[in-house]
């Protein structure tokens, strides 16, 4: 884990004081809302439907159990005792009072975390594979890389005011667990031919309202000229991405306008002269941050046996456990998926709880995932059945990580100022819909995905099947979609056809399923299914 | 034309006419020239010696184009004024001198004061840039 120094802490401290002051002066009136709204837009508050949200950052979505608590105590303490993880790997408050945001930065600050650019068309908080550093099939781990990133983003001076928002993420393993295509600046980190490490650059993915999967512009890029790569593309799109639309602003539409040869045309000239500025923090600097990614201390002798004796409990690791790098441990994936509740939602207490089983069984360290689940990267297998117990009397042991009830769905119309339909109630009919574990097991891995607008915030685009909720005639009506995909073979959904009620549209999904459980080959998942036989089955069985 | 002008040198300001980008090649001895957020900032780079101003217009805050200019211009070795003219923020000036601005024409009213305030927000900064300011990362290294 990545540990502050005094200069990191120094820079959240200055910005604590910073909109202390700006909050002191909007509640004295001296500022209006018109001019506060950027400054507090900065610090990841919003004014939603109901009140202020606070967004705040979780660097590459890694937290330590101290950390963890005082999101906790957050949401006790500002909020209505309920923190929201979201699909950028952060947490969100909906019930926010503005005088109260300075003392929830300032308790942030002290366990060095911020709300620093979770808003605003900057660049924002860089994501990463939520398994980095315990996946057994990474090549390289990412995270010293986003913490360069980190450093680097953070008040970046020419990059604050970019046309629209710009979001990176990053990965050191062939199975992309972190959308990354699906991004303004996707990373991979891979060996070349010779074992050295090198950097992949996608640019212009996204989803929104035109989803674009990103190209490759850029190979074998060495991994210490990253800042200096990303600093060219950065400048690139800065002076010529559109500004005239805001709806064709990202970065894709740039990309896809000039196309992909242009675009790295202009990156390689930039880069070029950039490199000649000496920007590229020193090779020491990156073994001082990669030092605080080392290994925990994993013990060899750890067993690798479970005892699988009590039913419940096998179910969950079948489900929820995945294999690690080291023998005897093991990755546990929390869902935050119960059977009719809110994706992504947890308790203070639940917040804490996690924190505390970190603490104990985990090295002290937890992730967010972009599926708004929670992550212990390092477990003894030995240690399992322990965490289960604990987590199950805590309503965390929901035993559907990639099944159809472990629902991505953004807050929709009952938070969300810019939503035309609610998603909450959605995800919540479909996962007591689909409530019973084996009947959810025998759907097999099936990503299901919702927005409640074109924003795309649920990443409905990208689901096996996704939902998008729209504003029709003032009526909420939901679109589906099937045949998404964020995983390594990235695709982009279709939509079925016409639109459905809310009550509707769980009817579709069931009938679209039923398809599947009909022709499904051995082996097969819904999404190969439907690469399989299309799009035609599954409309005749949806609106037939 | 914006009223406060607020310089971070000691060199008496230009009193040159200010010509669009457009007009400089027929105004071959200008030493004032504006930029709008289209304009290339690359297309003075063989006339900066001639230039004692520059003026980067920002019609609106949120169009930033103008940092990216800026930062341009000083890499390439420009050395005289670079002002930043219009919808000029005093939240923003810490940014704007990062990127090599070094005096302000805000529409809105700005005090010196204000603007010393902004400069010293940040005790120290992630990236080097054009203002000679030491990036954290050589502090840790030396």
């Known amino acids: 884990m990545y540990l502050y120094d005094t200069h990191d802490q120094a820079m959240v401290d200055a910005r604590v004081a910073e909109f202390t002051d700006q909050v002191s002066r909007r509640l004295a009136g001296t500022l209006s809302e018109e001019q506060f709204r950027p400054l507090r837009l900065k610090n990841g508050l919003y004014l939603q439907l109901h009140a202020y949200m606070l967004r705040v950052a979780i660097p590459y979505g890694t937290l330590d159990s101290r950390q963890m608590r005082m999101l906790g105590d957050i949401a006790d303490r500002y909020d209505r005792g309920y923190g929201h993880f979201t699909t950028r790997q952060n947490i969100q408050y909906n019930w926010i009072k503005l005088e109260d945001a300075p003392a929830i930065l300032a308790d942030l600050a002290s366990v060095g975390m911020h709300a620093i650019q979770t808003s605003g068309n900057c660049i924002r908080n860089t994501t990463a594979d939520h398994f980095a550093g315990a ?18 983003s953070t008040f970046h001076p020419e990059f604050d005011y970019l046309p629209r928002k710009f979001k990176v993420a990053i990965i050191g393993s062939e199975t992309d667990r972190a959308a990354m295509k699906l991004h303004d600046i996707g990373i991979q980190v891979y060996k070349d031919a010779g074992g050295q490490t090198a950097l992949r650059i996608h640019v212009g993915g996204g989803m929104g309202r035109t989803p674009m999967i990103a190209p490759v512009i850029r190979d074998n890029l060495p991994p210490l000229q990253m800042i200096s790569y990303l600093e060219a593309c950065l400048r690139v799109y800065n002076r010529h991405g559109r500004r005239d639309n805001k709806y064709k602003a990202r970065i894709k539409i740039l990309v896809h306008e000039i196309g992909a040869d242009e675009y790295r045309r202009q990156v390689e000239e930039e880069f070029a002269h950039i490199l000649t500025l000496g920007l ?20 060899p002798a750890a067993p690798d046996a479970i005892d699988r004796s009590d039913p419940d409990f096998a179910l969950w690791v079948d489900q929820n456990v ?6 005897g441990y093991a990755i546990v994936t929390i869902s935050l998926k119960p059977v009719g509740g809110i994706p992504g939602d947890a308790s203070a207490d639940q917040i804490r709880l996690m924190a505390d089983i970190a603490r104990d069984h985990g090295f002290d360290e937890l992730r967010v995932t972009h599926a708004q689940n929670i992550v212990l990267p390092h477990v003894k297998k030995a240690d399992l059945h322990a965490i289960w117990q604990r987590l199950d009397a805590a309503g965390l042991a929901t035993a559907n990580l ?50 409640g607008c074109i924003n795309a915030c649920g990443h409905h685009h990208a689901g096996h099947i996704g939902i998008l909720g729209v504003d029709r005639k003032g009526v909420e009506n939901y679109q589906l979609l099937l045949g998404g995909s964020e995983a390594a073979d990235t695709s982009i959904g279709t939509i079925t056809g016409p639109g459905f009620s809310e009550d509707g549209v769980v009817d579709a999904i069931e009938r679209a399923t039923n398809v599947y459980l009909d022709q499904r080959a051995q082996g097969e998942r819904f999404l190969d299914t439907y690469r399989r036989i299309g799009m035609a089955p599954f409309k005749e069985a949806i609106y037939g | 034309m914006a009223e406060t ?27 004032a020239v504006r930029l709008m957020p289209g304009d290339d900032a690359r297309a003075l780079l063989p006339v900066l010696d001639q230039l004692d101003l520059i003026e980067v217009a920002f019609p609106a805050y ?7 200019a800026a930062r341009i211009l000083r890499e390439h070795g420009y050395a005289g004024e670079l002002r930043a003219v219009g919808d000029v923020l005093v939240d923003q000036v810490s940014h704007y001198v990062r990127v090599g601005f070094d005096a302000f024409a805000p529409d809105q009213p700005m005090t010196r004061e204000a603007v010393d305030q902004a400069i010293a927000t940040w005790p120290a900064v992630y990236q080097r840039t054009v203002d000679g300011r030491p990036a954290i990362w050589a502090l840790r290294h030396g």
Request: include cysteine; charge should be negative; proline fraction near 9%.
């Open chain 1, 135 to 152: 996946a057994p099939d990474e090549v390289e781990d990412p995270r010293p890389y986003a913490e360069l990133l980190r450093q680097w």
């Open chain 2, 62 to 68: 949120t169009d930033g184009r103008g940092y990216s």
């Open chain 1, 280 to 299: 590229e923090p020193p090779p020491a600097e990156f073994a001082r941050i990669k030092a605080q990614f080392a290994d925990p201390a994993f013990d």
């Open chain 2, 5 to 31: 002008l607020i310089r971070l040198r000691d060199d008496a300001a230009s009193t040159a006419p200010v010509v669009p980008l457009a007009d400089l090649g027929a105004a071959s001895n200008a030493s």
């Open chain 1, 402 to 451: 990639d099944l159809i009830g472990d629902i991505i769905a953004c807050p929709g119309l009952d938070y969300c100022s810019l939503a035309n339909a609610r998603s909450i109630p959605v995800a919540q009919k479909i996962s007591e819909r689909f409530a019973e574990t084996g009947r959810q097991r025998d759907l097999g891995e099936l990503k299901l995905k919702i927005s």
């Open chain 1, 322 to 327: 995945h294999a690690h790098k080291a023998p």
